[in-house]
């Protein structure tokens, strides 16, 4: 988790200095390096938690410009300079900020001050669980209303592609029938609801050079469209190491924030299974096939083989996949 530090005095930046040095991060000076707004407009660009050390009014006039929902923004967390109190203001189940704030209690002895509905009453929440399994989220209003049901009692009801270790929390049951309030799998379900997508898809590709970024884009919507998986489940592109600086593969990953990994010839000819050859591929790098052993090596099973259309190729694969009912740390 990339974390960002803003202080405001002496003592303050003392103190973000023992977080970072705990937890990892940056730490940067209002008035100094920053403005105000300058560091809250660009952290909240680029990173996943923002740690205010002041008070807690500075820091959500700060975010209030920003703010564009509770699946996209990033963590924000207060702490105040004496670290007496931490207190997560902004996302605190799928940006983590609940979790980060009781870390940063561990380092200075602070109180956190955990105000979500489902942490005060003990009670399952299934956006912490979301983040917890690695999923990205659809139709993230539901939230509100399973939220609810189990406040006031109610029950849940999960269905799952994949089996769940553990005993499910009070009020909550798999079902494999359409009886669910929210769905896990990567395709979408056969109706509108809460859907948790694991992001555990690889992407292999392989192009000739100078392909730009739009026909990448393009190969991809017709896969995703061909194979049902939501694009939120990708977690990494996979290629060989003569593409690590091609332009339009990176501002394609730029685009999806993908992490890319590039593997050699060498490397490649050693994936374990059967690939889908060919003479041309093998001339030119070495390998019989980029994109499909690419994907095995990414630590990916192979869903849908080699996609070829005008110059670029494409295959998908899921990584392994095993939830339990882990929802908080501890």
Known sequence: MRLEYLSFTDRGEKMARKLAAALGGSVSRCGVEYSLSGWTKQQFQEAEGLIFVGAAGIAVRAVAPYLRGKD??????????????????????????????????????????????????GVFAIDAWARHQNCAVEGVKEIKRISGKLLSGGETRIKSRWPVAGTPPLGVTLTEGSDWDAHVDICRGEKEGLWLIPRIAVLGIGCRRHTPAQKLESVLKELLEETGVSEKALCLAVSIDLKREEAGILEFCKNHGLPFRCFSAEELAQAAGEFTPSDFVEQVTGVDNVCERSVVLGGGKLLRRKMARDGVTMALGLRPFAPDWRWKNG
């Open 72 to 121: 996209k923004d990033p963590a924000v967390v207060v702490v105040d300079e004496r670290g007496q109190f931490v207190i997560p203001i902004l996302s605190g189940h799928l940006g983590g900020a609940n979790d980060l704030a009781r870390e940063i209690a561990e380092v200075c002895g602070a109180v956190p001050v955990i105000t979500t509905a489902t942490d005060c009453g």
